[in-house]
């Protein structure tokens, strides 16, 4: 899978950044995503990922990770297909955006390290533009599920 990676903090050790890509590639895997998958990872702070929670959420506040997914279906829109032909187009998940302001805090608030909250807030949005989500409880439940099962997986715990 193909990963564009952007820190508008500056702040995020290369290191870190790897730990991302490796834990989101294994996921990749996991699904069983075709290895032509291209998605980004916006790393901002608390203002930067507020002003988006606030233009295309309308909630006015900071939030941990926003998930723009590229193959979600609206009203009367045709889904692309990516895998007929000769030469596939490469299948665009979409874009994630993760406050590490954010990050940071609720890794003090949940008393775990902010390499474990980097991790669970990436995978939580790659499972969103992968069309996992938590809207009703059979939903969450499969969602939080797998989200488990693939940290447990990678071995990265509390």
Do not use: W
């Not at 193909?2 to 950044?17: C, V, Y």
């Not at 590490?100 to 609720?106: H, V």
């Not at 989500?133 to 939080?144: A, C, L």
């Amino acid at each position: 899978m193909d990963i564009t990676f952007m820190d508008e903090t500056n702040s995020l050790a290369p290191e870190k950044m790897q730990e991302v890509d490796d834990l989101l590639q294994f996921a990749a895997d996991y699904l069983k995503l075709p290895k032509t998958t291209e998605m980004s990872v916006t790393f901002m702070d608390n203002d930067a990922i507020q002003v988006i929670n606030r233009d295309y959420r309308g909630k006015d506040r900071p939030t941990d990770v926003i998930s723009f997914a590229l193959e979600e279906e609206g009203e009367g829109e045709i889904p692309v297909i990516f895998e007929d032909g000769e030469n596939p187009l490469p299948r665009e998940l979409g874009d994630l955006m993760i406050s590490l302001d954010k990050t940071k805090e609720q890794a003090a608030e949940y008393g775990h390290s902010f390499e474990r909250e980097l991790g669970f807030l990436a995978l939580h949005g790659f499972l969103h533009i992968n069309g996992y989500d938590h809207m009703t409880p059979e939903d969450e439940k499969e969602m939080f599920g797998l989200q488990k099962e693939i940290l447990d997986a990678y071995g990265l715990k509390r």
